[in-house]
């Protein structure tokens, strides 16, 4: 199956710990090739819901190595074997999240056999600047871990999505090349006790100054997901994710 846009399924939006919400995830297709991005503990269920074959998902990019952002692979890849899977899966991380993700999968597979049933194929952030059929980039943020936010690039058509921390220069460049930005936004405004996130106030500021981007904001804090809600609800240009949608770049 082939197609000139690029489609984005939203799996989970939620902060590291919402009671409400799954892990923030999602899933980018083109030309029937689908790269998710990040996979938490609390993923691998939407996951398996919304793509039960254990070959749909070709490769799996990770932002950051934090537990809502990587302990979920272990569960899919254990799934993934379980339902025969046959196709390689690549995975592309730096190679300091590779070598936690390594040492997760010695761990999670410990007593289930010797190694994994399909081939694990690895490539190295920010060296890589394919992927199937997105041309990639990526840029730091300012997290309290390394972690590279992502342009994907198809048929001039672009998606970003930010992984956690606040903007920075590099990625405030990098988002200029999208035509959406899915943006960690934790709270309304900036606190100095939580300045390895970005705000509300952040992202307003970036959308003024790139009027032909949207922006989707998603990991807020749960106690003011409603009122991040209220505050664009006249908003046409920024807005909340919603887990479960179903977004078309054409």
């Known amino acids: 199956m082939s197609s000139e846009y690029m489609r984005i399924d939203v799996l989970g939006v939620g902060e590291a710990f919402d009671p409400a919400f799954e892990n923030s995830s999602v899933v980018v297709s083109a030309n029937g090739y689908r790269l998710m991005i990040d996979c938490g503990a609390t993923v691998p269920g939407l996951l398996m819901r919304k793509f039960p074959d254990p070959d749909a998902i070709d490769a799996i990019y990770f932002t950051h190595m934090h537990p809502d952002h990587v302990f979920g692979l272990v569960p899919v890849m254990l799934n993934w074997r379980d339902d025969g899977r046959s196709k390689p899966i690549h995975i592309i991380a730096t190679p300091a999240v590779r070598n936690h993700l390594e040492k997760i999968m010695e ?46 690039r198809f048929e001039n058509k672009g998606f970003a999505y930010s992984g956690d921390g606040n903007v920075t220069a590099d990625t405030t460049a990098l988002f ?28 307003l500021q970036l959308a003024s100054d790139m009027p032909g981007s949207r922006f989707w904001l998603y990991h807020i804090k749960r106690d003011v997901r409603r009122e991040i809600a209220e505050l664009l609800r006249e908003n046409p240009q920024v807005r909340v994710a919603v887990p479960g949608e179903v977004i078309e770049i054409r």
């Open 107 to 152: 761990l999670g597979f410990a007593g289930l056999g010797s190694a994994w049933p399909f081939e694990i194929i690895w490539h190295a952030v920010p060296e890589t600047t394919q992927i199937g059929p997105f041309e990639t980039k990526f840029a730091r943020s300012d997290h309290s871990v390394q972690n590279h936010a992502i342009l994907l």
């Open 176 to 203: 200029t090349a999208a035509d959406l930005v899915f943006q960690e936004t934790y709270l309304p405004k900036h606190d100095p006790k939580h300045a390895a996130h970005c705000d509300l106030e952040t992202v």
